[in-house]
C-alpha cells in the first residue's frame, strides 16, 4: 500500500479527525478559559494551528470551516481572517485511486471512452478531484471525480460539527445554530450526488442563457455518473490573477458575477450559495471578458415568497418601513421578533444592502480598513442580539446569507467600482410572485428537479 493509499485507509482517517478533533477541541476550551476565566490566550496562535489542521483534511469540515468565517460574528475576528484563507486545495489522489475508481464508474474499458485522460489532477477540492481529458470528437473535458467513502466522511463531519455548535452555544447563546445545522447538513449531503449537480448546472445554463459574457460548462451525460461528473472544460484565470487589472477591467469581472448570482435568483428563485474563488474564473481582455462558473453542488432553490421577501425588506430599507420590514423577516421564517431585535437586524440589513441605496458607482464597501467584508457590523449586530436574549435564523436564510457576504468579499478583493443600484434596479422592476412561480414549475420540471417546499 503507498503512503497516500495508506492516508486513505480507515486508520489514515481516524488519525486526520484526532487531529481536527483536537483543534476543534482546544478552540471551544481556549476561548471558554478566555470568556469565563479571563485566561490571556494567543488568538492569532492558536487559529493558524486551527487553519493549518483543517487545510490538511479532505472533505467537508474545511468546507464548513469556510462556511463558519462568512456567518456574522459566529467566531472572533483572528479565526474568521484565517479560515477565510482556506482554499479547499487538498492533496489530490494518486493514479491508482482514480484508474480505479474510474473502471468502478465507467467500466473497466474506461480509458476508450476519452481520446486522453490527464493522469495528475487539474485541481483538488475538499469532496472530489478534476482531471483534464479530450473526447474522440475533439472536445477538451473536465471530469469531477469524487473522493472514496465520501458519505461516511460528511455524516462525521456533521456530527463534529454539531458537538462544536453544541459547545458554542454553551457560552454563548446569541444565535441559535439549530436551524443553521440542518440547512448546512442537507446542502452537503446534496454535494454528494453528482447527478444532481449536473442537473443544477443545466436548470444554470437555462436561466443564463441571455447573459453574454457568463458561461456555463455543458454537461457529458454519457461519462457521468452519480460520483463522476464530465462537463466541457472552460479555459479561464482565477478571479484573483485580476486583482491589479484596470479598473475596467474589474468592473467587468464584477458585472458578470453579480449577474451569474442574482439572474437567477430574481428570474429562477436559484442561489449558487458557495462563494469560493476557485468555482469561478475568468477569461480574455477588457471589452471581452467573459465570466466562467465551475462548480454546481451547491445550488438552492427558494419559494417565490422568499425572492418577495427580499425585495420587500429593500424596500422596507429604503424607505424606513418598519411594518414592512416586519413582514419581510416573517416571510423568510424569523418568529417572534421583539422590537429591539428586529432593529437589530434591520443593522445588519442596511449594511448588506447599502451598496444598493445609493444611485451612483461606488465600491461594495466604503467605510472598513478591517479587510473582512461586514466585520465590524456583524460585531456590533452580534453584541447586541447577545444582550436582547438572541434569536433563532431560518434555514433559508443562511445560504442566501452567505451568498451576499461571499459575493460581496469577492468584489472587495477586486475593488470594483460600479453602480449597483441600477443593475439592481434592472433585474427587480418587474418582479411578479405569481409569474416566477409559473417559471420555476416549468424549468425545473424541464430539468426534473422538485419545486421547493
Known sequence: MSRRDDEDSVTGRVRRYARVSTAVGGLAARLAGERVLGLPLDRAGHAAELRKALGGLKGPLMKVAQLMSTIPEALPKEYVAELAQLQSNAPPMGWPFVR?????????????????????????????????????????????????????????????????????????????????HEEIAERLR??????????????????????????????????????????????????????????ETRNEIALALFRAWYVPFYDGGVIHADPHLGNYSAAGDTGELSLNLLDFGCVRVFKPSFVRGVIDLYRAIADGDRDLAAHAYET???????????????????????????????????????????HEVAAKVHRRLREQGGVRP?????????????????????GAEINWFEIFHDLIRDFDEARLKRRQTRLLGKIGLPLPE
Open 394 to 414: 431560518p434555514r433559508e436564510f443562511v445560504f442566501m446569507d452567505r451568498a451576499a457576504i461571499g459575493l460581496g468579499g469577492v468584489f472587495l478583493h477586486l
Open 190 to 247: 446534496e454535494e454528494l450526488d453528482y447527478a444532481l449537480e449536473a442537473r443544477h448546472a443545466r436548470l444554470y445554463a437555462e436561466l443564463l442563457k441571455g447573459e453574454a459574457n457568463v458561461h456555463v460548462p455543458d454537461v457529458v451525460p454519457e461519462l457521468s455518473t452519480g460520483r463522476l461528473l464530465t462537463m466541457s472544460w472552460l479555459e479561464g484565470r482565477r478571479l484573483l490573477d485580476f486583482a491589479d487589472a484596470p479598473l
Open 100 to 180: 480505479r475508481r474510474m473502471a468502478t464508474e465507467l467500466g473497466a474499458d474506461w480509458r476508450s471512452r476519452f481520446e486522453s485522460f490527464g493522469r495528475e489532477a487539474a485541481a483538488a477540492a475538499s469532496l472530489g478531484q478534476v482531471h483534464r481529458a479530450a473526447s474522440h470528437d475533439g472536445r477538451e473535458l473536465a471530469c469531477k471525480l469524487q473522493y472514496p467513502d465520501m458519505t461516511s466522511v460528511v455524516e462525521a463531519d456533521l456530527r463534529q460539527l454539531k458537538l462544536a455548535f453544541a459547545i458554542y452555544a454553551r457560552y454563548d447563546p446569541s444565535v441559535d445554530t439549530s436551524e443553521i
Open 332 to 374: 423568510w421564517g424569523f418568529e417572534n421578533l421583539s422590537d429591539e431585535i428586529m432593529d437589530t437586524l434591520n443593522l445588519w440589513a442596511a449594511f448588506v444592502y447599502a451598496p444598493l441605496l445609493e444611485n451612483r458607482p461606488r465600491r461594495i464597501q466604503e467605510f472598513e480598513a478591517t479587510g473582512v467584508y461586514g
